[in-house]
């Protein structure tokens, strides 16, 4: 019973939560993730964390408990716990995926990393305005999406930052460029990232 509410009690503790790799734990607002150019995914998961009734000990030794189900059913290590800690009252997690897929299978938001054309194909709604990055009031929709069948897309699900492995050509209305390589929503949602 208690190994099927493991990935329950992640999902409870850091609900909609995204991941990065890279992070200074005294300074870090919000959750991230960092994409790598060959398609793995670090992930830093911050939230509030009442340790009067679940200490930093248990969530790790659950957070290991999940990681170790997932790998034993992928038959390789496709996930690592690469840190913690829980202080004044923030826990974060930090987690390696060898892709997209395995964060996208172990975490439940969605996250989903490859072209234009696998989005639409898998389901994604196109009907969203995204800003050009080198002049953000220029706009494209859903025909100009259509027509980049074949660029690189990243689809995250959450209130985040984004740190990705080169500039990002568009972006969905709601994002902060924060950087060269990066970017931060500003509320909860559903992104895309054209890189």
Known sequence: MR??????????VFALAACGREYDKGDAKKSSITVHSDGSVDCVL???FAQTYYSEDELVSDTEEAI?????AAGS????LTDHQARDGLAALALSFG???DYDAFMGPELYLGTVQGAYDRGES????LSYAK??????GKNDLMNMAGERILVVEGDMAVNLPMAPK??????????ENSLEATAEGIYFIIY
Do not use: C, H, W
């Not at 290590?77 to 690592?80: D, G, L, M, T």
């Not at 002049?135 to 494209?140: L, Q, T």
């Not at 568009?170 to 950087?179: I, S």
């Open 77 to 80: 290590e496709k996930i690592k």
């Open 46 to 48: 911050l939230r509030e």
């Open 68 to 72: 170790a189900a997932y790998n034993i």
């Open 135 to 140: 002049k953000p009031e220029r706009v494209i």
């Open 99 to 101: 892709s997209a897929e």
């Open 170 to 179: 568009y972006y969905t209305f709601g994002m902060l460029r924060t950087g």
């Open 126 to 129: 196109f009907d969203q305005a």
């Open 3 to 12: 190994k099927r509410l493991i990935p329950v009690l992640l999902v409870l």
